[in-house]
C-alpha cells in the first residue's frame, strides 16, 4: 500500500469515528423530538454540536479523497457503523452484545480484504461539469421517489441519505483535484458549480439521516452505511476509471470482501433496541410501574349479574 492510501486510511478512520458520534447524538435528538420536526432541532445546541461533528468528519473525508480514490475512502465509511456500535452502547447505558462483536468482526474482515484491492494510487481524473450534473439530477430524482410518504420511511430516507452523501464525496473529490491542480484556476466556474452541489448533497444528506433516526439507529444507519459507499462506488469505477487491483482474483476478492461486509452490517442491524427507558412519576409509583407494559394491569372479575367487570 502507497503512502497516500494510508495516509487516506488514517484519515478515514478518524472520520468514522467523528461520523459515529454524530449519528449517536442526531439518534437520541431524533427520538425526543419526532413530534415537533427538524426545526425545532436548530435552537438546540446538542444539535449543532452534532453538526459541527460531521463537518468535522466530513473535512477529514474530504483530505482522505486527496489522497485515495472513491474506491478505497468510501468502503472505510462502514466503520461508522462499527463505531457506533460501542458509542450507541455506552450512551444506552449498556453493554455490547455478543451479536453486536460478531456483526463488528465480520464487517471489519470484509473491509480488510477490500483493502487489499482498492488501494490504488492518488486520484488524478475528475468529473466534467456535464458528468457532474448529470449524476447530481439523477440522484435528486432518485432521492425525490425515495422520500415520498409510504411505508417504512425511515429506511427509505436512510437509503436517500446514503446515496446523497455518496454522491456528495464523490463531487468532493472532483473539486479537490481539480482545485489543487496547478495547471488551471482553483476557482473556475466548473469548481464553484461542484462545490456547490456538494454543499447542497451534504446538507440533505444530513437532513434525510435525521429523518430516518427517528424509528432508531440501527437499521437506518446500516442502510446510509451500504449506500453511501455503493452510489460512490458506482461513480468512481463508472465515470472515473478508478478499477481494483489484482485482476480477477483482485475482483473476486473484492466481491467477497463486500460480501462478508454487507453480512456483518446485517447483523449489526438485527441487534434488538434497548427497552424504552421510563420517568417514574414519585406521586404515582404504582401507574409508572404499570406504564411499562399494559399486561401487568390486573383484571378484576365481574360479579353476578353485571356484563362486564369494573
Do not use: C
Not at 436548530?42 to 463537518?55: E, M, P
Not at 466530513?58 to 468502503?75: I, S
Not at 449498556?94 to 474482515?109: D, I, K, P, S, Y
Request: cysteine-free.
Amino acid at each position: 500500500m502507497s503512502t497516500a492510501a494510508l495516509v487516506a486510511v488514517a484519515l478515514s478512520l478518524v472520520s468514522a469515528v467523528a461520523y459515529a458520534a454524530a449519528a449517536v447524538a442526531q439518534a437520541r435528538l431524533a427520538s425526543r423530538t419526532s413530534a415537533t420536526g427538524l426545526l425545532r432541532l436548530f435552537g438546540s445546541g446538542a444539535w449543532w454540536a452534532a453538526v459541527g461533528l460531521n463537518a468535522g468528519a466530513a473535512l477529514l473525508h474530504v483530505v482522505a479523497l486527496k489522497y485515495g480514490p472513491l474506491t478505497l475512502v468510501q468502503p472505510l465509511g462502514a466503520l461508522t457503523l462499527v463505531a457506533a456500535v460501542p458509542l450507541g452502547a455506552r450512551a444506552a447505558g449498556r453493554r455490547v452484545t455478543a451479536t453486536e462483536w460478531r456483526g463488528t468482526a465480520l464487517t471489519l474482515l470484509g473491509l480488510g480484504a477490500l483493502l487489499t484491492t482498492a488501494s490504488g494510487p492518488a486520484p488524478h481524473q475528475v468529473l466534467s461539469l456535464t458528468q457532474a450534473l448529470a449524476v447530481a439530477g439523477t440522484t435528486a430524482a432518485l432521492i425525490g421517489v425515495l422520500s415520498r410518504p409510504g411505508t417504512r420511511p425511515g429506511l427509505r430516507h436512510a437509503t436517500a441519505s446514503g446515496f446523497a452523501s455518496g454522491v456528495a464525496s464523490a463531487l468532493t473529490q472532483t473539486v479537490t483535484v481539480a482545485a489543487t491542480d496547478r495547471s488551471g484556476p482553483a476557482l473556475s466556474a466548473e469548481v464553484i458549480v461542484v462545490a456547490l452541489l456538494v454543499a447542497a448533497f451534504a446538507v440533505g444528506g444530513l437532513l434525510l439521516s435525521q429523518t430516518a433516526y427517528r424509528g432508531g439507529l440501527g437499521a437506518p444507519l446500516a442502510l446510509v452505511t451500504l449506500a453511501n459507499p455503493l452510489a460512490a462506488a458506482i461513480i468512481g469505477l463508472a465515470l472515473l476509471g478508478q478499477g481494483l487491483q489484482g485482476g480477477v482474483w483482485g475482483i473476486l476478492l473484492a466481491l467477497t470482501g463486500a460480501g462478508l461486509a454487507s453480512w456483518g452490517v446485517v447483523v449489526l442491524t438485527r441487534v434488538a433496541p434497548p427497552p424504552p427507558v421510563v420517568e417514574l412519576d414519585d406521586e404515582h409509583p404504582v401507574a409508572a410501574v404499570l406504564a411499562l407494559d399494559p399486561a401487568l394491569v390486573p383484571r378484576q372479575k365481574a360479579e353476578p349479574g353485571q356484563l362486564t367487570s369494573r
